[in-house]
Structure formats: structure tokens, C-alpha cells
């Protein structure tokens, strides 16, 4: 599902963008489907299989310098290659003054048609990251998302496991919270999760016995984050006796989420056991393993060696 045109002129990127309408309205529900930008160039000659119709199309200095050079017979070739792509839109950078001929193209074909005061680098760049966003692959888990000495945690388990106690535990020893209960998550090039939370609850967490509490207002602004990467998955567990559960730490497990495998643990839950300080704990081995030390590893290495050396003494 593709982004339509009209976003780009909403409260929230106007300042970002710098956009004006000047041509087009009626095509504001046309839709970009990539977070790809083109700035057509010389493909304004003729090359029309080089021209996407699915991109924003960007017009600099160059593009507009080009076109208002031409006579009238090359300027009706090079406007025919942007009426047969039909592109969903066109913005012009650098406050240059739109051409007589493309303002009535824009309006014949429903063409938007945008100025910015941006230059064509500075524009392109921020739009490609907003499309990003926007576009990528999208889905909604149930869980609580934190922050642990920089490291993203996606907590998941049953419901009335203690997920969120346990997230709480972890904020008043200084981490921050993402999200509680519903961590919308999306796939960002070339292979990251980057997990975020609803509008309608943001900051808020749900404590069995006391009822919604507001984070932000609590704890203040450093014990919340609006979105983090994810690193890790970490599945809350009933404690049962014949459970199988690694002890070594030898096996990587992982967990899919949109195509992105995350290093994955499952944690078991008992009276008296201190989930927050395991989690806590994972976050910093988790970063060790970032620097290149592998606790686990280390240990199965060293043993290795030591029983190559015992069978060669022995």
C-alpha cells in the first residue's frame, strides 16, 4: 500500500519540507509506492523507459534551465515524456519559479505540482527517509519494548506473566520504557527493526493492581523513548520443573520477526527470581557480544583446549 501525495503537506512535514501546492490539487491522492526519488536530468530528452512512474520526480536548477532552452517542438517532445509516465507528482527546489507550460501540464493531468525553497540534495534526502518510514513493512506484536543500556529489548510472554512489572523494574533502575502492550514494529533497509508505540498509549503502562500509570509524568522525560531498534527478544515463561532451558548459553537461538532473525531467550518466571536483573543482564551481554566477546563461546573454547591438553598429558 502506497503513501499519498498529500502527506507531504501535512501539518508535520510542511516545515520539514518546505512544500507549496501551486498546480495539481486534484491529484493529491495519487500514490507513492517507493521511497525512491528521481531527478530526471536528460531523460527529459526522450528516454522514456528510464523514467518512473512510481517516483516523486524532482526538478532542480538544471531540470527547469534545460526545458525553458528549448523550442517549441523539443519542448512538446520532453513534456510528452512526463504526460505518458504520468508521474504522481513533481516538486520544484530552490524557489525557482515554475514554467508557464508545466503549471498547465500539472493542471491538465492532475499533475501535483510543489515548490520548495529546499535545494534538490537537502530535499531529496529528507523525503527519502520520510517514504522509508512510511512504507515499510509493518506489524503489530503484543509485548513491551525498553531500552537497556542502549540495547533495544522486546519482552514478550503470556498475558499476566509480568512482562510489564518487569519493564517497570527495569525504568526505576534508569532504563527506558518504548512501549507497553502493543509495539508496532517496522522492517527498515537494510534488515533493522525499529519497534514504536500507538498514539492513543504512549508513555502509559498497565499495572495489574494499581491500574494506568503514565511513565513520562512519573519518572520524566529520561525514562521514555519514542522509538528503538531492536536487538533482542526475551520470552517470559512459567516455571516448570521438567522445562528445558539453556543453561549453557552454547546454542544462539532466534527469533523471525519480518524476515529479520533477533538473538531470542526464554526466560523462566518464579517466585523470587528476579526477571528485571536477568534482562538487564542479557542487554549487557548482548553488547559484549557487539564488542566481539562471546562469554559462552570463551568458556566452551577454553574447556576444548583444556581437555586437548589433559589427552595429550594424560
Not at 508535520?12 to 501551486?22: A, E, Y
Not at 526522450?46 to 538544471?62: K, M, N, P, T
Not at 498509549?201 to 528503538?228: C, P, Q, S, W
Amino acid at each position: 500500500m502506497g503513501v499519498q501525495v498529500k502527506v507531504l503537506i501535512e501539518d508535520g512535514q510542511l516545515k520539514i519540507f518546505g512544500l507549496t501546492l501551486v498546480a495539481g490539487e486534484k491529484g493529491l491522492a495519487r500514490e507513492l509506492e517507493t521511497s525512491r526519488i528521481q531527478k530526471p536530468g536528460l531523460l527529459l530528452t526522450g528516454l522514456l523507459e528510464e523514467l518512473h512512474c512510481d517516483r516523486l520526480q524532482i526538478f532542480g536548477a538544471a531540470e527547469i534551465g534545460f526545458l525553458n532552452s528549448l523550442d517549441k517542438d523539443r519542448l512538446r517532445t520532453s513534456l510528452a515524456v512526463i504526460e505518458k509516465i504520468a508521474v504522481p507528482a513533481i516538486v520544484i527546489t530552490r524557489g525557482i519559479e515554475p514554467p508557464v507550460f508545466l503549471l498547465e501540464l500539472c493542471r491538465r493531468m492532475a499533475i501535483p505540482l510543489f515548490t520548495t525553497p529546499l535545494t534538490s540534495s537537502v530535499l531529496i534526502e529528507r523525503i527519502g527517509k520520510f517514504l522509508e518510514d512510511r512504507l515499510a513493512p509493518t506489524i503489530t506484536l503484543h509485548g513491551v519494548l525498553v531500552d537497556v543500556l542502549g540495547v533495544g529489548i522486546l519482552i514478550m510472554g503470556k498475558s499476566g506473566i509480568g512482562k510489564s512489572e518487569c519493564a517497570l523494574d527495569l525504568v526505576t533502575r534508569g532504563h527506558r520504557l518504548v512501549s507497553d502492550d502493543v509495539v508496532i514494529v517496522k522492517r527498515l533497509p537494510p534488515a533493522l527493526l525499529s519497534g514504536t508505540s500507538s498514539d492513543v498509549i504512549r508513555y502509559h503502562m498497565e499495572i495489574r493492581g494499581l491500574g494506568i500509570v503514565n511513565i513520562k509524568d512519573l519518572f520524566g522525560i529520561t525514562a521514555i523513548r519514542e522509538k528503538k531498534q531492536m536487538d533482542i527478544v526475551v520470552e517470559l515463561v512459567s516455571w516448570e520443573g521438567d522445562g528445558e532451558y539453556d543453561r549453557l548459553g552454547f546454542e544462539e537461538n532466534t527469533y523471525d520477526i519480518l524476515g529479520v532473525a533477533l538473538p531470542y531467550m526464554k526466560v523462566p518466571v518464579s517466585s523470587g527470581r528476579s526477571v528485571a536483573t536477568i534482562v538487564e543482564v542479557a542487554a549487557r551481554n548482548q553488547i559484549l557480544k557487539i564488542m566481539g566477546h562471546n562469554s559462552a563461546k570463551a568458556l566452551e573454547a577454553e574447556l576444548e583446549r583444556k581437555m586437548a591438553t589433559d589427552k595429550e598429558t594424560g
